[in-house]
């Protein structure tokens, strides 16, 4: 099928793993229980990326619910984002970058999710009306940089959309607008069939004020040709791409699928931007690697690849600020804070004792710091 005859396609969307036909029904019945605690949804253009006859598929490991979900692990809000809340929907955490929740849904829903909190029925975290977000944001000339986060904002209307850059755009020390979505890898089409989003996107994102599209593509496989044509798009229509995403067990946790994404992401003029350690996030025990065993991946993974595929940190975000992981020997792990909550702690080196078994910062025991 040529992609000029697939670009127009639309997407059908599967809301119950028992309209999964590809499952046994007895694998849909164990399923059904855990999709009731973390909601399921994907789409058939995302399904057909799986090969249904290995249980390892990682396209398979990133959408499809797992039974050991539901070990007794981890926070729902793990790097504490309550803590950052401004107002409903409204994340201020470092002084320059505010945090827009303006959508509850994504396109489809990551196995592994952070925010995965969002799609519970009782959270009210995010907001579709961003008044008191462009209020607060107006009130603080500090904040020049605006992410659109949810949920994915792509799923928004692109009416609503369009008005969202609009206003954002009337702040005039808002200079950068990034939108965070992983719907360049789970439905293109949001963004090659639509004119007048490309048209807001040529509009909004100018010479001095761009729009950042902060894509999600976690494996190789998702870069599929309508994919590529997708960010092309976008490209086209001036918004400027980088790919952040996590590490995860069973789906990029081997240094030659990391080096085979981020150098494929490079060529498409979609850099990687960070590679984040998974946060001790409920319901995640099954997708996560120990600090020790995650950094060895991505070391081996920057063996290839032009400057560009090895571009990505190596981070904790943490709720005191993004850690980055920077090297690790016999003894010792070593970080330093990229970004900090509390800006005197930019920079700040710190050393650590080496624990194989750690996940996350708050399992480490610094025994030196060192203010650069
Ligand atoms: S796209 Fe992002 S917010 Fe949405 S389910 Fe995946 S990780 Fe969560």
Redesign the pocket.
């Known amino acids: 099928m040529s992609l000029e005859t697939t670009v127009k396609r639309r997407v059908k969307y599967v809301r119950s793993i028992a309209d999964l036909d590809q499952l046994s029904e007895d694998e849909k019945s164990k399923l059904e229980r855990v999709s009731t605690e973390y909601v399921f949804r994907a789409n058939d253009y995302y399904l057909d990326l799986i090969d249904w006859s290995d249980p390892d598929d990682p396209i398979r490991q990133l959408i499809i619910p797992r039974e050991d979900e539901l070990s007794d692990w981890g926070e729902l809000d793990a790097s504490n984002e309550q803590a950052v809340t401004v107002a409903r929907g409204v994340q201020h955490k470092y002084t320059d970058t505010v945090l827009l929740l303006c959508n509850e849904v994504?396109g489809a829903?990551?196995r592994y999710?952070?925010?995965?909190r969002l799609f519970m029925d009782e959270n009210d975290e995010v907001t579709n009306d961003i008044s008191a977000g462009l209020e607060y944001i107006a009130a603080h000339e500090e904040v020049t940089n605006v992410l659109l986060t949810?949920?994915?904002p792509l799923l928004m209307s692109t009416r609503r959309l369009t008005e969202v850059f609009e206003q954002l755009r009337e702040i005039p020390h808002v200079r950068i607008i990034r939108i965070g979505s992983?719907m360049p890898a789970f439905d293109p089409f949001r963004i090659l069939n639509d004119e007048e989003l490309q048209a807001a996107f040529r509009k909004y994102s100018t010479d001095r004020q761009r729009i950042y599209l902060m894509a999600?593509f976690d494996h190789p496989t998702e870069l599929t040709d309508e994919a590529v044509a997708g960010l092309d798009c976008a490209i086209k229509n001036g918004l400027i791409c980088a790919n952040q995403c996590p590490l995860i067990r069973g789906i990029n946790d081997d240094p030659d699928v990391l080096s085979s994404l981020n150098n494929k992401l490079s060529f498409i003029g979609c850099p990687p931007y960070y590679l984040f350690q998974g946060r001790p996030t409920a319901g995640n025990e099954a997708y996560e690697l120990p600090i020790v065993e995650g950094w060895h991946i991505f070391q081996k993974s920057l063996q290839g690849g032009s400057g560009l595929a090895r571009r990505a940190k190596f981070c904790m975000s943490h709720e005191t600020g993004k850690i980055e992981i920077l090297a690790i020997d016999d003894q010792h792990i070593y970080l330093r804070y990229h970004q900090a909550k509390d800006s005197k702690n930019i920079g700040l080196f710190m050393i650590c004792r080496r624990d194989d078994q750690a996940h996350w910062f708050d399992q480490l025991e610094v025994v030196q710091e060192i203010v650069v």
Do not use: L, N, S
Not at 113 to 116: L, N
């Open positions: 994504c829903y990551c999710c952070f925010r995965k949810g949920g994915d992983k999600h």
